[in-house]
C-alpha cells in the first residue's frame, strides 16, 4: 500500500495530536455515544498538554461521517489551530486513542487503508442492475450505474398454446440483453478503479446469463458471488453484510500472498526482520516495503531528527549534536521514515510471527 497519503501529517515541523475514534453509527444514540468518546479522548490530550487551539481545530471537525451508517472509525491529525488531515475509517479501531507528541501517529489509520481493496459491487435482477466502483480505502464510490433496461414482457405470462413460447422466448431475451448491458457496466466499472475484487448479489437466473456475459469477455478483478440484492431494505441489507465478510476474506488473502513472498525474500536475503537491521534499512532509504504488526505492545521509544526525516535511532547520540532530535513510539518512526523514503506498507496480520513485530523487504 502506497503510503504518500500520510505525507501531510509527518511534513508539519511541530508537536502532533493523533485521534482515533469509533463513530460507528446505527444505535438510536450515536452521537450521544461518539460525544462522550471525544470527551474522554480530550480529557487525555489536556493532561498531555495539548493547546487549547488545537483542541478547539478537532472540536469543530470531529464526529465521523454523519451520513455514512453502520461501522467507521475517524483518524484527526492536528497541529497548532491547524487540521493536519482527517479520515473516514472502514472499520472502528481497535479502541479509542488520543496522543499528542511530537510526531504523528498513524498507525491504526495505515492500517486501515491497508485492509482495502479496490472492488464493485454489483445488484443485479431480471430489470438490470446496480454497480458501484470503490477505489482502495474510499467511502464513496468513483462510479455509479443503474440499470433498469427493459421491462417488457420481463415476467413470464401464462399464456397459453402457442403464444406461450413466444411470450417466453421475448422473455429470456429481454433478460439477456440486460444483462449483457451490465455486463458492460462491470467491465468499465472494474477498469476505473483497478479492481481485485468484483462482489456479485442478486437474482440466480439474472446472475446465469450475466455469468455468461462475462465468460466471454472477463473484467478485470477476481468474481466473487454474494448473497443479498437490490429488491428491499433486507436484501440490501444482507449485501452489505456479505460484501463486508468477503472483502474481509479477500484482504487476508492478499496479505497472505505479501507475507508468502517475505518469507521467500528473507531467505534470499532480499528482505530483514527485527528492530535493528529495519531501522538501518530506513535510514539509508533502502526500503521497498515496511511491514508492521498491529499490536505494539511494549514497542520501544527511538529517536528522529527533523532535519533528517529518513533518520531512526535508538539512541540520540548517533545523530551527534542534532538539536532537532526527537524521541517517540518505534511504530510512528518507522512509519515517517517510510514516507519520506517512498516506502509500501503492509501489515503483518496476527498470527504471523516476525521478529518485533517489524519487516522490511529492501531495494538492494
Known amino acids: 500500500m502506497d503510503l504518500q497519503f500520510l505525507r501531510p501529517v509527518f511534513d508539519c515541523g511541530g508537536d502532533v495530536t493523533s485521534v482515533h475514534l469509533d463513530t460507528s453509527r446505527g444505535a438510536v444514540d450515536s452521537d450521544k455515544q461518539i460525544e462522550l468518546r471525544w470527551k474522554a479522548a480530550r480529557r487525555s490530550l489536556t493532561e498531555q498538554g495539548a493547546p ?5 481545530a478537532v472540536d469543530e471537525v470531529v464526529g465521523g461521517a454523519k451520513d455514512v451508517p453502520g461501522p467507521q472509525g475517524e483518524a484527526l491529525f492536528a497541529s497548532g489551530a491547524e487540521i493536519l488531515a482527517a479520515h473516514t475509517m472502514a472499520e472502528p479501531p481497535q479502541s479509542d486513542s488520543a496522543v499528542h507528541q511530537p510526531v504523528a ?93 468484483i462482489l456479485i448479489a442478486g437474482d440466480p437466473k439474472a446472475i446465469g446469463l450475466l455469468r455468461e456475459h462475462l465468460r466471454t469477455r472477463p473484467p478485470a478483478g477476481r468474481l466473487v458471488y454474494v448473497e443479498g440484492g437490490r429488491t428491499d431494505q433486507s ?23 505479501v507475507l508468502e513472498e517475505l518469507d521467500a525474500k528473507l531467505a534470499g536475503g532480499q528482505a530483514l526482520q527485527g528492530m535493528g537491521p529495519v531501522m538501518e534499512a530506513l535510514s539509508q532509504g533502502r526500503v521497498e516495503t515496511l511491514l508492521l504488526a498491529a499490536d505494539r505492545t511494549g514497542d520501544p521509544r527511538l529517536v528522529a531528527s527533523r532535519r533528517d526525516p529518513l533518520a531512526v535511532v535508538s539512541d540520540a547520540t548517533a545523530l551527534g549534536d542534532d538539536p532537532s532530535a526527537f524521541a517517540a513510539p518505534a511504530s510512528a518512526l518507522l512509519l515517517r521514515s517510510a514516507v519520506h523514503g517512498n516506502a509500501q506498507f503492509t501489515e503483518i496480520l496476527p498470527g504471523i510471527s516476525c521478529e518485533d513485530g517489524v519487516a522490511a523487504v529492501v531495494r538492494y
Not at 487549547?52 to 478547539?56: D, F, G, Q, R, S
Open 52 to 56: 487549547v487551539e488545537t483542541l478547539e
Open 105 to 197: 501517529d498513524p498507525l491504526s489509520l495505515a492500517i486501515d487503508r491497508d485492509h482495502q481493496l479496490a472492488h464493485v459491487v454489483v445488484a443485479v435482477d431480471r430489470e438490470g442492475a446496480d454497480v458501484d466502483a470503490y477505489p482502495a480505502a474510499a467511502a464513496a464510490p468513483s462510479f455509479q450505474r443503474t440499470f433498469n433496461g427493459s421491462t417488457l414482457h420481463i415476467t413470464r405470462v401464462r399464456a397459453g398454446a402457442v403464444s406461450h413460447a413466444a411470450y417466453h422466448r421475448r422473455s429470456v431475451n429481454v433478460w439477456s440483453e440486460n444483462t449483457e448491458q451490465v455486463a458492460e457496466d462491470i467491465r468499465e466499472a472494474a477498469a476505473e478503479v483497478e479492481a481485485a475484487v
Open 235 to 257: 436484501a440490501i441489507a444482507g449485501l452489505r453484510a456479505s460484501v463486508d465478510a468477503a472483502m474481509h476474506q479477500a484482504m487476508v488473502e492478499s496479505h497472505q500472498e
